[in-house]
Structure formats: structure tokens, C-alpha cells
């Protein structure tokens, strides 16, 4: 079982391997907050104005940048929806791969750290 350390020291891999379903809860434990939501881990962050929802954005931005892992965003007033998948696994046909809970680790260390 990954932790959250662990994950927020590793680097997204280009990777065609899906995360089997007997790994999913240990990694799920590993970045609070989430939740499976069919093929995606998915998570809604909360904040006072649109201001801060955008600072969020811009601060994320460069870290999936920097991994080359890029999440669906839906950007509101005072939220922001993350979801996480990888398109390369299951032959194409998209699912849950380490490269997700990588992200969405680092993710909310940035809400942690500057948000919360």
C-alpha cells in the first residue's frame, strides 16, 4: 500500500497498465478525499470567492504540467472538480493507473498547503 509520501515522491510514468481492482482501496486510502467514481478517481474542492478558485487552478496547473498527466477540470465560482484518468490503459479504453493517485496527491498537498 502506497502512501501519501510515498506517492508525492514519485514521477507519472508513461504507463499502458491499469491499477487492479484489489489495488484501488489501498491507494484510495492513500489521498483522502477522493473517490472512485467508475473509471476516474474524483475529488471537489470548495473555496470562499472565484479569486481563490482561480489562484487553485493556476497553482495545479503547473503541477500536472510538470507531470504530463492532465485531469478533466470543472471550474466554478466557488468549486473546482477534479477528475483523474489514464486514457492509455486497458487497451485504450481509459482507466486507473499509479500515474492518477500520483497527481492527486500533489494536488492536495498544493490545497493543503495553500488552501485549506
Known amino acids: 500500500m502506497p502512501s501519501t509520501r510515498e506517492l508525492l515522491a514519485r514521477k507519472c510514468q508513461h504507463t499502458e497498465t491499469a491499477l487492479a481492482d ?3 482501496a489501498a491507494y484510495l486510502a492513500a489521498v483522502p478525499g477522493w473517490e472512485a467514481a467508475g473509471n476516474r478517481i474524483v ?7 472565484y479569486y ?3 489562484a487553485f487552478m493556476n ?3 503547473y503541477v500536472i504540467h510538470v507531470e504530463d498527466h492532465h485531469p478533466e477540470i470543472t471550474l466554478t465560482y466557488q468549486q473546482c472538480v477534479i477528475k483523474f484518468d489514464t486514457h492509455s490503459v486497458n487497451g485504450g479504453r481509459g482507466g486507473l493507473s499509479e500515474n492518477d493517485f500520483i497527481c492527486a496527491a500533489k494536488v492536495e498537498t498544493v490545497f493543503q498547503q495553500s488552501f485549506s
Request: glycine residues 0%.
Open 22 to 24: 484489489t489495488e484501488l
Open 43 to 49: 475529488k471537489t474542492y470548495k473555496f470562499k470567492n
Open 59 to 61: 497553482a495545479i496547473a
Open 52 to 54: 481563490e478558485t482561480l
